[in-house]
């Protein structure tokens, strides 16, 4: 289960934040998980759950935001339907992949003295 790779590479970045503002406690850990990024959001909670514990995030809540996929035309940048063809419906160009992939470290809420 890669989530707790995952989980362990975002509690590294929070301690370096921690470390930063000379942090004494996390309280909220707030992240966004693309919908095709390959990341399954309960177990990713359940991970950081049983991970967090020898942190200075044992306390955290981890806030998980799912971010929906979204195509765009490469060429004219307008968005392409979910469900439509990989195709530009104006000027024909291929559509790229805008977002839903990303896993992403939106905030640390912590206490700071």
Same mark, same amino acid.
């Given at each position: 289960? *890669? #989530?707790?790779? &995952? !989980? $362990?590479?975002? +509690? ?7 470390? +930063? *503002?000379?942090?004494?406690? !996390? *309280?909220? &850990?707030? !992240?966004?998980?693309?919908? @095709? ?6 177990? @990713? *909670?359940?991970?950081? @759950? ?10 955290? #809540? ?5 971010? #929906?996929?979204?195509?765009?035309? %490469?060429?004219?940048?307008? &968005? !392409? %339907?979910?469900?439509?063809? +990989? $195709?530009?419906?104006?000027?024909? %160009?291929? %559509? ?6 990303? &896993? ?6 912590? #206490?700071?003295?």
């Amino acid at each position: 289960m *890669h #989530e707790y790779s &995952i !989980v $362990s590479a975002l +509690l590294d970045r929070v301690d370096d934040a921690v470390r +930063l *503002h000379g942090a004494t406690a !996390v *309280h909220r &850990i707030r !992240v966004q998980i693309g919908e @095709l990024s390959g990341v399954e959001t309960g177990l @990713l *909670h359940e991970a950081f @759950l049983m991970v967090r514990g020898s942190t200075v995030s044992a306390e955290a #809540e981890l806030e998980i935001t799912a971010v #929906e996929a979204q195509w765009r035309c %490469a060429m004219c940048n307008r &968005i !392409v %339907a979910r469900g439509e063809r +990989l $195709s530009c419906p104006n000027c024909g %160009a291929t %559509a790229r992949l805008a977002k839903g992939s990303e &896993i992403l470290l939106e905030r640390v809420e912590m #206490e700071v003295p």
